[in-house]
């Protein structure tokens, strides 16, 4: 697998603000990444140092295997991390134009991506009249101009009303189907869950998760369990029982979390050999929701 960026203990203080903690992992090519984590967590200042706008304190990032210099390996990535800033009175082409001048990319490039954008219809209107949506989806075109190997964003559906964001999410999902490689930055686990394939979950500036974005949910979840017998007893057999990480009491009913693999069918053989017949008995996982409050509320 080729690897994008890596990241190596990477650290950023803003004087007593710890930005960024220790933060490693590696985006490896074809996959589309958010950075997950509430405000103030430490993701566009991780973009601003991988972009070279943000000085990191210390540690180590890599573009590329590191076989080029960040300054070079820039030319192959394409970035949107600021509101998008163009000629307002410029039409859509006109000021992609000015960019293709600036990054030295053909003008050929510029309907190709006005069309991936799904702006092309609108490519003769001037900027100004752009709802926010299409302005961000024309900053998305620019970034692509050079035709990209890694695409970022910062939170790239903020502020944009429910069709605008379905619009977004869509384009995102297309170019990564095309090859691309993505790295977003979200706030919005929704978002994240919607549209990217790995996550990076951090919170204060510290790595809380890193992988797949299905292995944030497929912890081996926990049993819901009750018996009109002896409840006591059954507290007993569980805390017993080698897959039973903690077990708490909810609405009467005893909720046991799994460290390992058991089945609903394998607790029960175990509890009724040992005397203990249940009422009711509910093998549940944990959705990418309860997971994520978990992560960044109680560590
Ligand atoms: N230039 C700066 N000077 C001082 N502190 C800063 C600076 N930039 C960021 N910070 C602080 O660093 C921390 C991380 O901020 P950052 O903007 O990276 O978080 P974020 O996860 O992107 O949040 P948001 O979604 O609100 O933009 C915050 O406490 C922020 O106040």
Same mark, same amino acid.
């Given at each position: 697998?080729?690897?994008?960026?890596?990241?190596?203990?990477?650290?950023?203080?803003?004087?007593?603000?710890?930005?960024?903690?220790?933060?490693?992992?590696?985006?490896?090519?074809? @996959?589309?990444?958010?950075?997950?984590?509430?405000?103030?967590?430490?993701?566009?200042?991780?973009?601003?140092?991988?972009?070279?706008?943000? @000085?990191?304190?210390?540690?180590?990032?890599?573009?590329?295997?590191?076989?080029?210099?960040?300054?070079?390996?820039?030319?192959?990535?394409?970035?949107?991390?600021?509101?998008?800033?163009?000629?307002?009175?410029?039409?859509?082409?006109? @000021?992609?134009?000015?960019?293709?001048?600036?990054?030295?990319?053909?003008?050929?490039?510029?309907?190709?991506?006005?069309?991936?954008?799904?702006?092309?219809?609108?490519?003769?209107?001037?900027?100004?009249?752009?709802?926010?949506?299409?302005?961000?989806?024309?900053?998305?075109?620019?970034?692509?101009?050079?035709?990209?190997?890694?695409?970022?964003?910062?939170?790239?559906?903020?502020?944009?009303?429910?069709?605008?964001?379905?619009?977004?999410?869509?384009?995102?999902?297309?170019?990564?189907?095309?090859?691309?490689?993505?790295?977003?930055?979200?706030?919005?686990?929704?978002?994240?869950?919607?549209?990217?394939?790995?996550?990076?979950?951090?919170?204060?500036?510290?790595?809380?998760?890193?992988?797949?974005?299905?292995?944030?949910?497929?912890?081996?979840?926990?049993?819901?369990?009750?018996?009109?017998?002896?409840?006591?007893?059954?507290?007993?057999?569980?805390?017993?029982?080698?897959?039973?990480?903690?077990?708490?009491?909810?609405?009467?009913?005893?909720?046991?979390?799994?460290? @390992?693999?058991?089945?609903?069918?394998?607790?029960?053989?175990?509890?009724?050999?040992?005397?203990?017949?249940?009422?009711?008995?509910?093998?549940?996982?944990?959705?990418?929701?309860?997971?994520?409050?978990?992560?960044?509320?109680?560590?």
């Amino acid at each position: 697998m080729e690897t994008i960026l890596s990241l190596r203990n990477l650290d950023k203080k803003f004087g007593s603000v710890h930005a960024v903690n220790n933060l490693s992992f590696d985006i490896e090519k074809g @996959n589309v990444y958010g950075i997950l984590g509430p405000n103030g967590s430490g993701k566009s200042t991780t973009l601003g140092i991988i972009l070279n706008v943000v @000085n990191k304190t210390s540690g180590e990032f890599s573009w590329f295997d590191g076989n080029i210099s960040t300054h070079e390996a820039l030319k192959k990535v394409g970035a949107i991390i600021e509101r998008p800033n163009f000629y307002p009175y410029m039409t859509a082409v006109q @000021n992609l134009k000015l960019i293709c001048k600036i990054k030295g990319v053909s003008y050929d490039k510029i309907d190709e991506k006005l069309k991936v954008v799904n702006l092309f219809e609108r490519r003769d209107s001037k900027f100004k009249t752009y709802s926010l949506g299409m302005k961000q989806r024309l900053a998305i075109a620019s970034a692509l101009l050079n035709d990209p190997e890694i695409l970022i964003l910062d939170e790239p559906t903020n502020g944009l009303d429910p069709q605008g964001i379905h619009e977004i999410r869509k384009i995102i999902k297309d170019i990564a189907r095309n090859g691309t490689t993505i790295l977003l930055a979200s706030h919005l686990l929704d978002e994240v869950e919607k549209v990217c394939s790995h996550v990076v979950v951090i919170r204060n500036g510290v790595k809380l998760y890193s992988g797949a974005v299905d292995g944030i949910t497929a912890t081996n979840g926990y049993f819901e369990l009750n018996t009109e017998a002896d409840s006591e007893k059954l507290k007993e057999l569980l805390e017993k029982h080698p897959a039973i990480a903690n077990i708490k009491e909810e609405e009467g009913k005893l909720i046991a979390s799994l460290e @390992n693999e058991l089945s609903a069918s394998e607790i029960n053989a175990y509890l009724f050999k040992n005397g203990i017949t249940l009422s009711h008995l509910v093998k549940r996982m944990p959705s990418l929701e309860q997971q994520f409050l978990t992560l960044t509320n109680n560590n």
